[in-house]
């Protein structure tokens, strides 16, 4: 009978949905397993990486289902944001509508690859009833002064036409279109992240069960650092230079301040130089150089003309601007010590600044004056005044007092993150719900006003940008206080605003506040949560700092969101990840009319482990397919002895080597898919064990049919979150009626699959005819009476004479006949 999987596929997709076998309800006699992809952006059509990433969701989510847990796995859409902006300025169309119709598309083609999803807890980002309750959210942190504005030198896409996220910002360039970001001072809406960077940092030690790449990304990111603030006053100006320096105990020795060539500072300092024309030459060029990504492969600076006082010792230091300093770290101006920093030794011999020893390896030993060599280690302090002879840690303690006492500055902790700027210059996104009012200032909406909806009577040109404050009848409001006239805010969210919380709404949808606090108490965590690495610094970061943030508001009483994190890797055609930007997306619609949804879902499975990345080559495809043919054909080749109610024994080594080979596979599927999470070695070891089953039916076909049976039916529940049309198909030829979804996953036996087992050799006059499996110590009568009764040693042994038996413990049994 021929594999017809696409009246298989359709058949049993529509039995999924009429019997609502994956809709998911609050159940306390069941443990929970709430099991989510990240959601994706509706471009158009998913690609193989969208496959890949909600297969392995997939078969973990329904292996749960079968372990006996009450299983939540939604999908939804994370559907604002500039794609959409863009091809409705392109075909002259409401982006809604585009968005739109790219869902109905793309819900298809998740819905024909089979995925267990709970559609009705289904959500779209760009929907008033979603984008209202982000409204909501915001205007609790107003209130809570966790959203704030102010002008502020932001990152700002030429193309894209709006700012952009510090995280947004990869080698200078454009997370989304790659362009060369440029630098621009504009009001911005921020939230406090940083409020929450040292329990972001700290909380690491709860994630156990994240990918330790992912932890040092967002650790190196957060940038924790102890050390000291203070500043420098500025020569003959009152200006002064805020400095963050972790090492305080080298002070002494800082021959000159740099500052970068974005410091705030840096137009005051060169207003009366005397070379202006150099000097604006010089910032021209680190602007070229830093927005082109260059890597920095040479220190190059130019004198302000200006000099700093050292709060220490009065000393009067030359103020220099330099490539090396970023504006995003720290303050953007340094201290530098020369003698104890590689680059500040590089610069300061380039430039003929002095170079001064204070910190020595031993203490009480004789140094020359003469700096061939830095020292970047702690030790103890020379040339330091009432701090020499200190080590750096009792220095760093004395001098933080100092500071302290004479009220300069103080030991501190600081951090590289930065709050996260929210504003986004763009129509496509949730509207900030503030309003500016002349008689009440800054005002949120009110509560009973929202949602605040994107308007309708936009025109959409290639201009893009700031179409919001052409429509008048979103621009112009009143006032939630006063009641008198007030424009809106026209900036739009963030949209990683809109997946910082989608998890939570999915768990308890509501209409009356954005989630059940009963449900989330039920639902959250997350338990595996699927997704790249490439959101560790942005997606992952504001997911946890939002869910924070509902803690401290008494919204949930967890605190991370997703104590267990797998990254996929990425499928990539030439060499770079499959997008549409970049045109090298390989559409499953092809792949699933030609073979199948699930030999498509197997396949991507089966290709590469799920942590390492996939170079995309279909030819695997065919030998997977071979495989489900194979079985298929197997089934009805013996149709009637697999669909009859059978008894089954093990006495004989052929059936004890096929059982005791079902429960190794067990064993490894299990936890293949529960503790290593490597899918292909899961299928691996059930093809093997489908071949050992296909060689051993021949033989015990008419001997044991009810042990073949069973094999093959626990063979259809390890192979069903693979393959679940494939495998329902086959479960209910075989007689049964129930979904494999509700069947429990197979249990080992782990009597056959223990280590108190042996294998024992039967050699019959010199070779090696036959192996048992014997328990260890196994009663040599007992291996006697197996080995004789062995089909294959008795092919050897009938109507001869036994000249001699001779056991050899736990290894093999010798038999001489004549």
């Known amino acids: 009978m021929k594999y017809n999987f696409k009246e298989i596929e359709k058949k049993w997709q529509q039995s999924w949905e009429a019997e609502k076998v994956f809709q998911s309800l609050e159940d306390d006699r069941k443990p929970k397993f709430y099991c989510l992809e990240m959601f994706p952006y509706p471009s158009g059509r998913i690609h193989m990486g969208h496959v890949r990433n909600y297969s392995i969701g997939d078969v973990v989510a329904r292996q749960k289902r079968m372990r006996g847990f009450n299983v939540l796995h939604p999908m939804g859409w994370d559907a604002l944001g500039m794609p959409a902006e863009n091809a409705a300025i392109k075909h002259g169309l409401h982006p809604k509508d585009w968005t739109l119709k790219n869902i109905e598309f793309m819900k298809a083609q998740l819905k024909k690859l089979g995925f267990s999803y709970d559609w009705t807890r289904e959500l779209a980002t760009c929907m008033p009833e979603y984008y209202k ?57 921020f939230l406090k992240i940083v409020d929450y960077a040292d329990e972001l940092l700290q909380s690491h030690d709860q994630l156990q069960n994240w990918p330790t790449k992912v932890l040092l990304m967002q650790k190196n990111w957060i940038g924790k650092s102890e050390g000291a603030g203070f500043s420098f006053e500025v020569e003959g100006t009152g200006l002064r230079i805020e400095i963050f320096t972790t090492r305080l105990d080298t002070i002494f020795g800082s021959t000159f301040v740099a500052l970068s060539v974005q410091h705030p500072l840096v137009k005051e300092l060169i207003q009366d130089h005397p070379d202006s024309d150099g000097v604006e030459a010089f910032i021209r060029e680190i602007e070229r150089e830093r927005k082109a990504g260059r890597e920095l492969t040479e220190k190059k600076g130019f004198f302000t003309g200006k000099y700093a006082i050292n709060p220490f010792n009065g000393e009067r230091i030359p103020i220099w601007l330099a490539n090396f300093v970023l504006i995003e770290y720290g303050t953007g101006a340094i201290m530098s010590v020369p003698a104890h920093d590689e680059r500040d030794f590089e610069f300061a011999r380039k430039y003929n600044i002095p170079v001064r020893r204070v910190i020595v390896e031993e203490k009480n030993k004789s140094y020359p004056n003469e700096v061939d060599e830095v020292f970047v280690a702690k030790g103890y302090l020379i040339n330091s005044g009432p701090y020499d002879g200190l080590s750096s840690d009792e220095s760093i303690e004395k001098m933080g007092k100092f500071l302290t006492d004479n009220r300069l500055g103080e030991l501190k902790t600081m ?33 009973e006003n929202l949602p605040v909806k994107l308007p309708e009577d936009v025109e959409f040109t290639v201009e893009g940008g700031l179409l919001l404050k052409h429509s008048k009848s979103f621009l112009n409001g009143s006032c939630p206080t006063c009641g008198g006239p007030a424009q809106r805010e026209t900036d739009t969210m963030d949209t990683f605003f809109d997946s910082s919380w989608y998890y939570f709404r999915y768990a308890g949808a509501s209409d009356q506040e954005p989630f059940k606090p009963e449900s989330i108490r039920y639902w959250l965590p997350v338990d595996f949560y699927v997704g790249g690495e490439t959101h560790a610094i942005l997606h992952l970061i504001y997911s946890r700092f939002f869910t924070y943030v509902f803690r401290d508001m008494g919204w949930t009483n967890i605190a991370e969101p997703f104590p267990h994190l797998l990254t996929q890797g990425m499928v990539t055609l030439g060499g770079s990840a499959m997008s549409k930007s970049r045109g090298n997306v390989v559409d499953p619609d092809h792949l699933v009319e030609k073979y199948g949804a699930d030999t498509v879902r197997l396949f991507i499975l089966f290709a590469a482990p799920p942590e390492k990345n996939l170079e995309w080559n279909e030819q695997g495809v065919e030998g997977v397919d071979r495989f489900l043919h194979r079985i298929w054909n197997l089934f009805h080749r013996n149709q009637e002895l697999f669909s009859r109610e059978r008894e089954f024994g093990i006495a004989d080594p052929a059936s004890q080597e096929l059982y005791t080979r079902l429960q190794q596979t067990i064993k490894k599927v299990t936890e293949d898919i529960e503790v290593r999470f490597h899918l292909n070695t899961a299928i691996a070891a059930m093809m093997e064990f489908f071949n050992e089953l296909s060689s051993a039916h021949e033989i015990l076909k008419s001997k044991n049919p009810g042990l073949l049976k069973h094999c093959f039916e626990e ?7 693979f393959t679940p049309h494939f495998c329902d198909e086959l479960w209910e030829k075989t007689g049964h009626q129930s979904f494999l979804a509700n069947q429990s996953w197979p249990e080992v036996n782990l009597k056959f699959v223990s280590e108190e087992w042996v294998n024992i050799m039967i050699q019959i006059n010199g070779k090696i005819r036959e192996k048992i499996k014997a328990n260890l110590d196994e009663d040599e009568a007992r291996i006697k009476e197996m080995a004789l009764n062995s089909e294959k040693v008795m092919q050897y042994t009938q109507g001869k004479e036994m000249v001699k038996i001779i056991y050899v413990k736990n290894k093999m049994l010798s038999i001489v006949v004549k």
């Open 133 to 189: 309750w982000n409204q909501y959210i915001f205007i609790k942190m107003f209130e809570k002064d966790l959203a704030y504005k102010k002008k502020a030198e932001v990152n700002w896409c030429p193309s894209c036409k709006t700012v952009l996220a510090n995280e947004q910002v990869i080698v200078s360039k454009c997370w989304r279109c790659d362009s060369l970001v440029e630098s621009k001072e504009l009001d911005q809406w």
């Open 415 to 447: 951090f590289r993150i930065r709050d996260w700027g929210i504003s986004r210059q763009r129509f496509w996104g949730t509207p900030i719900p503030i309003l500016y009012c002349e008689k009440c200032g800054v005002v949120p909406e009110s509560i």
């Open 715 to 721: 063979l259809l529940k390890l192979l069903s979150p």
